[in-house]
């Protein structure tokens, strides 16, 4: 049981999770306003909202 | 009084803060929380609000997928990072470079703040309306300066549209670089000042005592600011809308002035909608990223 919750613990890492969110979301800030190429903005609502919803879900992880 | 005294009396804490906090709760729904979500449940219909009578249709992705396929769009979200980018990158230059200068002791120094301070207090519309007299090509004091150091001839800002992005660039920087400078200046006179006198005994230079001691210090209250501002210019409207409309053509329309246009004078409601949860959306992730890091920089 205690070994279960310990990688539940290793993967769910706060650090990790966040990071990577925040990640995502300068990827689609970046993909939204870039004069570049359109497909990138196309995606780019997906990536920002993706991001988001970790960001808040992850920011409550254990650290 | 006394009656409510004794009310409370049998009450425990959680409850009396709980009857305190109820009605900023309530306000925050009715007027926050309930727009929101109203508007996210209209982004997936076809609602028009000029047309009563009629029933929104549900039309799923359809709204989002409009906007994120159109390269008029994508056109206004560049107009608009150019904006947010520039502002940021001066008002942080030129706030800092002010607040610095204010933070010595000279003269004058309390006029000086209060006239530098002086641009922010007026309403943004008052301020596109009397910069629109000032960028006239024939009468303007601007052409006027510019021309005074360098002879540019006659050139119109608002009118020419490579110029007219800069103009507004321009005028937001007056405007609300005081309000960097303000922030600046609490950050850095809240430096103690044995810092500066332990960095001299060490024969530090100023050069490295601005990079090692001010900079740092000073860093978490410029990133607020930024912060503030980097949200307010995201969905700037007044401003711009009082000095050029969006025009020359649409070289200064940004995305809060279109979200306007498709919701107020083409009533594509559940369109806008659709536009309004996109640029809230952005906003609040990047809002997210934004205090997270202030809050590392504060740890430090």
């Known amino acids: 049981m205690s070994e279960k919750k310990s990688i539940f613990r290793k993967i769910f890492r706060r650090v990790i999770w966040e990071n990577l969110s925040t990640a995502l979301i300068l990827i689609g800030v970046f993909m939204l306003m870039q004069p570049f190429a359109m497909w990138m903005y196309t995606y780019s609502f997906i990536v920002i909202l993706v991001g988001t919803i970790g960001f808040v879900i992850t920011s409550h992880f254990p650290d | ?300």
């Open chain 2, 1 to 300: 009084m006394k009656t409510a005294v004794k009310k409370f009396k049998g009450l425990s804490d959680k409850a009396i803060a709980w009857i305190f906090i109820t009605p900023t709760l309530i306000l925050l729904l009715a007027i926050n929380i309930y727009p929101l979500v109203y508007a996210i449940r209209m982004s997936f219909t076809n609602f028009y609000a000029n047309k009563i009578g009629r029933e929104p249709k549900f039309v799923g992705l359809k709204n989002y997928k409009k906007i994120l396929g159109k390269e008029e769009i994508w056109e206004k979200m560049q107009i608009t990072a150019h904006f947010v980018c520039w502002t940021l990158i001066l008002q942080a230059l030129i706030g800092l470079g002010l607040a610095l200068l204010l933070n010595r002791k000279f003269k004058g120094n309390e006029l000086l703040t209060t006239l530098i301070v002086l641009p922010m207090m007026l309403s943004p519309a008052v301020v596109g309306v009397f910069w629109t007299y000032l960028y006239n090509p024939q009468v303007g004091l601007f052409n006027y300066v510019v021309n005074f150091f360098y002879d540019f001839g006659v050139f119109d800002m608002i009118g020419s549209s490579t110029l007219a992005p800069w103009s507004i660039v321009i005028v937001d920087t007056w405007m609300w670089t005081p309000f960097t400078m303000l922030i600046c200046l609490a950050g850095l006179r809240s430096i103690p000042n044995y810092l500066y006198e332990a960095a001299e005994v060490d024969r530090a230079s100023k050069w490295q005592q601005f990079i090692h001691i001010t900079l740092p210090s000073v860093l978490p209250f410029l990133l607020l600011a930024l912060l503030f501002r980097g949200i307010e210019n995201f969905k700037m409207f007044d401003l711009v809308v009082e000095l050029t409309s969006g025009g020359p053509g649409s070289a200064t329309e940004l995305a809060s002035i279109n979200l306007k246009r498709e919701a107020f004078e083409k009533w594509k409601t559940g369109y806008s909608s659709a536009f309004a949860v996109i640029l809230f959306v952005t906003i609040f992730g990047f809002g997210n990223v934004y205090v997270k890091v202030m809050n590392k920089i504060k740890e430090r």
